[in-house]
């Protein structure tokens, strides 16, 4: 029987935003709590109908991946970081209590806040030291979701993408992988918990294997979640250099286009996926999230959908009915 720890239907977290939500939040309406959650009711429903293997609350109660920490974190300006309510732990364990689905966390990597919120002449001497600071606050924040019982915790620095391309930026690739590694070292984690990272959401030319393989022997997490959708032969390269200890999950249809991907083509990739690791670590999904930014979807609700079910159809494809 396959493990059933991989979480092989998988999805970066955004959904969509309903008008209803979007309309309440511009509107600073006193109800926006209770729209929310019968938004997130309604997504949670149609995602068990789907038989994904993760769920999430599609990211209806915040404006973009940096509000997580901007709009519940304190103290950026007098160097006292403090985080005045739950960033992701009690929304994702609300979420779990409706439905046996297992459900997923997203939260930004604190090098990727530090380096957005850095300012020179502030109360941190470098970006690496503002870095470490959210670091520790977020390895509380994961500690908090699997004391929940959430079992998926996904980690975002696409900021990578561009450290894998070229150098440079106010903090340095090296910093960065040390922020996101004491974030993500977190002592006597259960077996059966997931913690990934997705690096970038695009793979062109030029990659930087090196980097790469850097980054991925010294950030501890068990999964890195990487963009497969477009054929690109880096993409292939990039998977090579993932350790074999490590599961993947690959994005395998395009988030950004409602056209549905080609069975034909998108299986002629899993079978190099085949050739180069054992298809039991890995997992599929979308290449990025349909909607990171409240109000500015990638593509319609209905698309979005069908490319979902389109990702449950390959892992079909791929696993049977063991996944």
């Not at 994702?92 to 689905?101: F, G, L, P, R």
Request: a negative charge; aromatic letters at 6%; one cysteine or more.
């Amino acid at each position: 029987m396959a493990d059933t720890f991989k979480f092989r239907i998988d999805h970066h977290g955004s959904l969509v935003r309903p008008p209803e939500v979007l309309a309440a939040r511009a509107a600073d309406d006193p109800n926006l709590r209770a729209v929310e959650d019968a938004a997130i009711a309604e997504t949670v429903r149609k995602q068990r109908r789907l038989s994904l293997t993760v769920v999430t609350d599609g990211h209806f109660r915040r404006a973009d991946l940096a509000s997580v920490i901007t709009g519940a974190v304190h103290g950026f300006e007098d160097g006292q970081l403090k985080a005045e309510r739950s960033l992701v732990a009690d929304d994702t364990a609300a979420i779990a209590a409706q439905t046996q689905i297992p459900a997923k966390a997203t939260l930004p990597s604190p090098a990727w806040i530090a380096a957005r919120t850095f300012r020179p002449g502030g109360p941190w001497a470098s970006a690496r030291e503002l870095g470490e600071a959210l670091a520790l606050l977020l390895r509380e924040e994961i500690e908090a979701v699997i004391s929940r019982g959430v079992r998926l915790i996904q980690i975002d620095n696409h900021g990578y993408g561009k450290s894998l391309y070229t150098s440079g930026g106010v903090l340095g690739f090296d910093d960065a992988v040390a922020v996101d590694a004491l974030a993500v070292a977190v002592a006597d984690k259960p077996f059966d918990v997931r913690i990934g990272l997705c690096p970038l959401t695009r793979v062109g030319d030029g990659l930087d294997t090196a980097a790469a393989e850097r980054l991925f022997a010294a950030v501890p997490v068990d999964r890195w979640i990487l963009p497969y959708d477009t054929g690109a032969p880096a993409e292939t390269e990039l998977l090579r250099v993932v350790p074999t200890e490590r599961d993947v999950c690959l994005g395998i249809v395009d988030p950004r286009v409602p056209e549905l991907e080609d069975v034909g083509t998108v299986m002629d990739r899993m079978d190099v996926v085949a050739s180069i690791r054992d298809i039991e670590d890995v997992a599929i999904s979308p290449s990025a999230g349909f909607a990171d930014v409240a109000g500015q979807p990638l593509i319609g609700v209905e698309d979005q959908w069908r490319k979902l079910i389109h990702v449950e159809t390959f892992a079909r494809m791929c696993w049977g009915n063991e996944l």
